[in-house]
């Protein structure tokens, strides 16, 4: 009797061993192609969308990172500029394309927007799209007209006071960072000016150099070189603290405390994407952002780096779109 339990209790462990070895098999089975389908990634080129037109801020830091990612993963990062509808119609286009790792989007600030701004989306910022980076930062620049005759924000608010709406501002399109970050500035000083918005940032700045048009939030690389030749007076930056191309311009919080908008670029994916491969892009995304030369030319650019990974920069989006929802229902702004 004795020997007949012991030779089933030995039955049993080597059933039990059985089982546990091809348990591990299995397990071996599904996360080796994991790794090797990583590893191997990219085996041809990937598209990266950018929603905006050629020669922009956004498809010069797309570019950018596009050409650093082809250098680290040995296959091309393609640019695919597709503009319009305030960057809707390329985000439209990569929340329903393929989730398979060769389709990504440089997202902008301004997508974040767009989901208080515009009341129905084809797509969800938040649903169908996942985080692959942060990249970086800009300020905008308020810049004023010297026929204007004034050199401060301090200065600024009160003319804007003595005189509501009479001042007038420009902006590269309705709903834009420029717009909203002008309609910002109207509710934190209690100011009444004019919106015109142009379809671009190049008519705006011209119209506000040629003093059609009184002040503007502009790009720092589209009004720098009017900044220094005096064309343009610059009176503050909408970063938390002073931009380091322009040490001596004030931040607009130095003066209006709390007020900060600023613009941002990261890198996202259709949702469902390999978190292998989110994970891959992800790390060769945070080497390119520490690196030197991009730190430059974010410098020579007015940004700054936005170091976050695919977990961070997930949270990041969620916060921003709440941010800018409340932003756009303060300011009462709407698409014109």
């Known amino acids: 009797m004795s020997n007949s339990v012991s030779h089933s209790a030995n039955r049993r462990q080597m059933l039990m061993a059985l089982a546990a070895t091809s348990a591990s098999g299995l397990l071996g089975s599904l996360v080796a ?39 680290a993963l040995g296959q091309a990062f393609v640019v695919d500029n597709k503009g319009g509808g305030n960057g809707n119609i390329a985000a439209d286009i990569v929340a329903h394309s393929e989730n398979d790792g060769y389709t990504v989007m440089l997202l902008p600030s301004a997508l974040a927007a767009n989901a208080a701004l515009y009341a129905k989306l084809p797509y969800s910022l938040t649903r169908d799209m996942t985080a692959i980076a942060g990249l970086c930062i800009f300020p905008l620049v308020l810049v004023a007209h010297p026929s204007v005759g004034v050199k401060t924000v301090p200065e600024l608010i009160k003319l804007a006071k003595a005189k509501p709406g009479v001042l007038n501002f420009a902006s590269a399109g309705s709903g834009g960072g420029a717009h909203l970050a002008a309609e910002a500035f109207k509710v934190a000083t209690g100011t009444n000016m004019v919106h015109v918005p142009y379809k671009g940032t190049g008519p705006a700045v011209a119209d506000t150099l040629g003093g059609q048009v009184s002040i503007m939030f502009a790009s720092y690389p589209s009004v720098i070189q009017q900044i220094k030749a005096g064309k343009l007076i610059a009176l503050g930056v909408t970063s938390a603290k002073r931009n380091a191309g322009l040490p001596e311009v004030p931040a607009i919080s130095e003066f209006v405390p709390g007020y900060e908008m ?39 650019e007015g940004g700054e780096a936005l170091p976050l990974n695919a977990a961070q920069f997930n949270e990041f989006i969620r916060k921003e779109t709440v941010r800018w929802a409340k932003v756009i229902k303060d300011a009462g702004a709407k698409l014109e």
């Open 33 to 71: 192609p994991t790794r090797a389908f990583a590893q191997n990634y990219p085996s041809h080129q990937v598209r990266m969308v950018i929603p905006f037109a050629p020669a922009g801020p956004a498809d010069i830091i797309g570019r950018l990172v596009a050409d650093r990612l082809t250098q």
């Open 262 to 300: 600023i613009s941002w670029f990261g890198l996202v994916a259709p949702t469902g994407t390999p978190a292998a491969i989110i994970a891959r892009i992800s790390d060769e995304c945070a080497t390119i952002v520490k690196s030197a030369d991009f730190l430059e030319r974010l410098k020579s």
